[in-house]
């Protein structure tokens, strides 16, 4: 069923003659606008303008677990039990082993006991395991008051390598949202999955670090050949940035841009009516091996970028010299969640303000929204493309707005782990216009 309704007209921008179209999902329509303009701000005509009345509902959605408030298999210490506050707790990170999920859990606020842990991988769907803290509870003394930087302090993510290594990349940033402590310069340790003991830890150099420094997200890029020349690409989200570290020579260096940076005028947030600003810069980011390209995005920005990992390995720049950064194109919306299908490099993202999780092939500028559901997908904070789950995607959803408001509420279901099987249900919508030329 087509109805014919008034088409909001949506700003663009143009290098080149070329212009950006964005995808628009809201209330469970498709509503699409491509625009060509002559120079900025100016419109010239409208192209294409489609409302589609569509059957992009939950159907695509698997609900792997859910969660009211997060449980944990506490070990008998008073200080720990006493200090446990679930309703500050909320997951940011999640890797897909073969037997088991790792959860990224960053001390937000007080109360979290522990920052990593794991639940078995196959579950009854939709069930709450309780989680089990990783490697073990000696490495979560902090919420006790050992503040041992051997240990962790607040890890946003974690991922795994090709040698069965997991990068955990700890903030050293305790109660981030209320007082931002800083109790350890962050550090990534690298854990050894089969016999869950660490076999190497990188304590970043002061010369990548500022005052504000809040390392968030990390990619892992074995496109060198061997796990032991892996490059490391981190961002730095509270003091805008990108750190790259190189394993083989054991060094880091910094990048600064403003694409990195939140825009002011994307800093609000609105969540099935709910809202809230935060003005955090580059978050999200996603690796094509293929295309040799690092995409990012702050979450204050409907932008999504791109930086060859080319210039990003060769070492920090020469006075002067400008990193060559590429707008890839506009969301309808913030996001968090971004990763890449390493097997056709298409980028899947997940605009807030839709709870929606859609994907765009560059290459071929096929379009698809694989998944809405304003209940069940609301803040996307994180998207995996699970290789040991044949391409499908996995990610997190949170009610993020409730918790950073102090509003969460046990008895509603807060946090979930989805999962999206790659299936022909698909809805797609193939254009015959180009964004991705910037």
């Given at each position: 069923m087509i109805l014919a309704q008034p088409c909001e007209t949506v700003?663009?921008?143009?290098?080149?003659?070329?212009?950006?179209?964005?995808?628009?999902?809201?209330?469970?329509?498709?509503?699409?606008?491509?625009?060509?303009?002559?120079?900025?701000?100016?419109?010239?005509?409208?192209?294409?303008?489609?409302?589609?009345?569509?059957?992009?509902?939950?159907?695509?959605?698997?609900?792997?677990?859910?969660?009211?408030?997060?449980?944990?298999?506490?070990?008998?210490?008073?200080?720990?039990?006493n200090n446990y506050r679930p309703e500050n707790i909320l997951f940011t990170g999640?890797?897909?082993?073969?037997?088991?999920?790792?959860?990224?859990?960053?001390?937000?606020?007080?109360?979290?006991?522990?920052?990593?842990?794991?639940?078995?991988?196959?579950?009854?769907?939709?069930?709450?395991?309780?989680?089990?803290?990783?490697?073990?509870?000696?490495?979560?003394?902090a919420e006790r008051g050992d503040l041992n930087c051997t240990g962790f302090i607040s890890v946003y993510r974690m991922r795994q390598d090709k040698c069965g290594r997991l990068w955990v990349l700890d903030s050293g940033v305790m109660t981030s949202i209320d007082d931002f402590r800083r109790v350890c310069d962050p550090k990534i340790v690298i854990i050894d999955m089969h016999t869950d003991l660490p076999v190497r830890t990188v304590v970043f150099p002061r010369e990548v670090l500022r005052p504000a420094s809040l390392f968030t997200n990390l990619i892992?890029?074995?496109?060198?050949?061997?796990?032991?020349?892996?490059?490391?690409?981190?961002?730095?989200?509270?003091?805008?940035?990108?750190?790259?570290?190189?394993?083989?020579?054991?060094?880091?260096?910094?990048?600064?841009?403003?694409?990195?940076?939140?825009?002011?005028?994307?800093?609000?947030?609105?969540?099935?009516?709910?809202?809230?600003?935060?003005?955090?810069?580059?978050?999200?980011?996603?690796?094509?091996?293929?295309?040799?390209?690092?995409?990012?995005?702050?979450?204050?920005?409907?932008?999504?970028?791109?930086?060859?990992?080319?210039?990003?390995?060769?070492?920090?720049?020469?006075?002067?010299?400008?990193?060559?950064?590429?707008?890839?194109?506009?969301?309808?919306?913030?996001?968090?969640?971004?990763?890449?299908?390493?097997?056709?490099?298409?980028?899947?993202?997940?605009?807030?303000?839709?709870?929606?999780?859609?994907?765009?092939?560059p290459g071929t500028n096929e379009q698809k929204v694989i998944a809405y559901d304003p209940t069940r997908l609301q803040f996307t904070s994180e998207l995996r493309c699970a290789e040991l789950d044949g391409g499908n995607i996995w990610g997190l959803s949170t009610r993020f707005q409730r918790f950073f408001k102090r509003q969460a509420r046990a008895e509603e279901i807060n946090l979930r782990i989805i999962r999206i099987p790659k299936s022909p249900r698909y809805h797609h919508f193939g254009f015959g216009y180009n964004n991705t030329v910037f």
């Open positions: 700003r663009t921008t143009v290098t080149a003659g070329v212009s950006s179209g964005r995808l628009l999902l809201s209330f469970g329509f498709i509503v699409f606008c491509v625009v060509i303009m002559m120079e900025p701000n100016k419109l010239l005509g409208l192209i294409s303008c489609l409302l589609v009345v569509t059957a992009v509902t939950a159907e695509n959605l698997e609900i792997v677990n859910q969660w009211g408030f997060l449980e944990f298999e506490l070990p008998y210490d008073y200080d720990l039990i999640l890797e897909i082993a073969r037997d088991r999920l790792f959860l990224a859990m960053p001390r937000l606020r007080a109360g979290v006991p522990a920052t990593i842990a794991t639940i078995p991988r196959h579950t009854p769907p939709g069930s709450s395991p309780v989680l089990q803290a990783y490697p073990s509870w000696d490495f979560h003394g892992v890029d074995e496109s060198q050949g061997s796990c032991d020349s892996a490059f490391a690409y981190i961002s730095d989200t509270a003091a805008p940035g990108i750190v790259v570290y190189d394993s083989r020579q054991d060094r880091a260096w910094r990048f600064i841009h403003p694409a990195m940076f939140p825009d002011p005028d994307f800093g609000d947030y609105d969540i099935q009516g709910e809202k809230f600003t935060l003005m955090d810069g580059v978050v999200g980011l996603a690796h094509s091996a293929n295309l040799g390209q690092l995409y990012f995005q702050p979450l204050a920005t409907d932008r999504l970028f791109s930086v060859p990992t080319g210039v990003l390995k060769k070492g920090p720049l020469a006075e002067f010299e400008e990193l060559p950064i590429a707008l890839v194109g506009h969301k309808s919306s913030q996001g968090v969640g971004l990763t890449v299908d390493p097997r056709d490099d298409t980028i899947y993202f997940s605009p807030l303000t839709e709870t929606a999780i859609a994907s765009w092939q």
